[in-house]
């Protein structure tokens, strides 16, 4: 008979960490268990789970609690998964600014900070998660940063206000730097998964987000998940053309974007009432409107092409729900209502347009949303 082969240190040690992430996932999955529960839930002998429970103990990961609630027998220790062993950063560049949030493993935050967006993105990223980090940096299990362009594994293009048209590897970049997992997404998208995990959309599984400010961009989420496309460029909207000859885009700025965005919005409503450049235009827009009927001209203006916008979007994928941030976000419930009129008399299918609910916070609660899924995964077969 020949004998088995001896099985290799590497192949030992691989198996040693699936059996200690299994724990891992168990007690954060269940918060607060025994040990005998965390035998019956990963199926390990009861001897390993007690020695893997002593090591996680030591590292902070599981806190005992004292005796459960008496059923039969002996009442069992009963052990806490501490969520602050993991920790999660969500960075969002705005410029002229950069935003960073350090949250545990259940999206609880525990540091913040803005500032002003430095000349080097990586180096400014780096330093602000390293500071807000600080001594719990051997914590730290994943990064994930907002972009306003298009992210590819990582790389960004098209994202003019930091400076990047062409790919730049910022993902890959950090993550040597940081030595772990980063994630990097248009900003857009994270907006739409937050807005789902904690905003207009947590009610649905199927939404399309609208987002007007600078450019305007969309971000697609189809049975929970957010859609990128093939090459990432997924949402991409304001590059839609305005006529039957579209021009190439000039330098990262789209047809749509460059006539009916916060910017050139603004511009506008400076013609029309000159003064200093509104801070809200969409507003200030609605204000003058009520007096003036060049204004009130303009303002079907924009809400014809807003909902042209949506109606293109809504036709191909039929997400049900819409939802406006940023500038759009800023329409009062009359001008609300007239979009959804329009958008009710085109689409095939019933589609309901709602204002975004978390402002400046989408991104965030994307990004730790990222985070916490790219820093904590599901334990793997070798």
Request: aromatic fraction near 2%.
């Amino acid at each position: 008979m020949s004998k088995e082969a001896p099985t290799s240190p590497v192949s030992r040690e691989r198996s040693r960490e699936i059996k200690r992430l299994s724990v891992i996932v168990a007690a954060r999955q269940a918060r607060l268990l025994s040990r005998v529960d965390l035998a019956e839930t990963t199926g390990l002998p009861a001897a390993t789970v007690t020695a893997l429970v002593r090591e996680l103990i030591a590292e902070g990961y599981l806190i005992e609690r004292g005796p459960g609630a008496a059923t039969t027998g002996r009442p069992r220790e009963m052990l806490a998964f501490n969520p602050r062993a993991e920790l999660v950063a969500a960075v969002s560049l705005e410029p002229p600014r950069i935003s960073c949030e350090i949250a545990d493993s259940e999206g609880v935050l525990i540091a913040h900070r803005t500032a002003r967006l430095g000349d080097d993105v990586v180096d400014t990223i780096c330093a602000f998660v390293l500071e807000l980090v600080g001594s719990n940096l051997p914590a730290l299990r994943g990064v994930a940063i907002a972009v306003p362009g298009v992210s590819t594994n990582g790389a960004v293009r098209l994202a003019p206000s930091v400076g990047l048209v062409d790919a730049w590897p910022i993902g890959e970049s950090v993550q040597r730097r940081l030595g772990v997992p980063v994630v990097v997404d248009n900003d857009v998208n994270l907006m739409a998964a937050g807005e789902c995990v904690a905003g207009a959309g947590a009610d649905v599984t199927d939404l399309l987000l609208i987002h007007v400010a600078d450019g305007i961009g969309a971000g697609l989420v189809l049975d929970g998940k957010v859609r990128r496309g093939a090459s990432g460029a997924a949402g991409e909207v304001g590059f839609l053309p305005l006529d039957s000859a579209p021009r190439r885009s000039n330098r990262g700025v789209g047809e749509f974007e460059a006539r009916w965005s916060a910017n050139a919005i603004a511009e506008r409503v400076v013609a029309l009432n000159p003064g200093r450049r509104p801070d809200s235009p969409v507003r200030e827009l609605i204000q003058l409107a009520a007096a003036s009927e060049p204004a009130r001209d303009y303002l079907d203006e924009v809400l014809d092409a807003w909902t042209r916008l949506i109606l293109s979007c809504a036709c191909v994928v039929d997400p049900g729900l819409v939802l406006l941030s940023g500038a759009a976000a800023d329409l009062d419930d009359a001008r609300l209502a007239q979009i959804q009129s329009l958008v009710s008399a085109g689409t095939p299918a019933p589609t309901q347009v709602r204002r975004a609910t978390l402002g400046d916070q989408a991104v965030l609660h994307g990004a730790i949303s990222y985070a916490l899924s790219a820093a904590l995964p599901l334990p793997a077969l070798p």
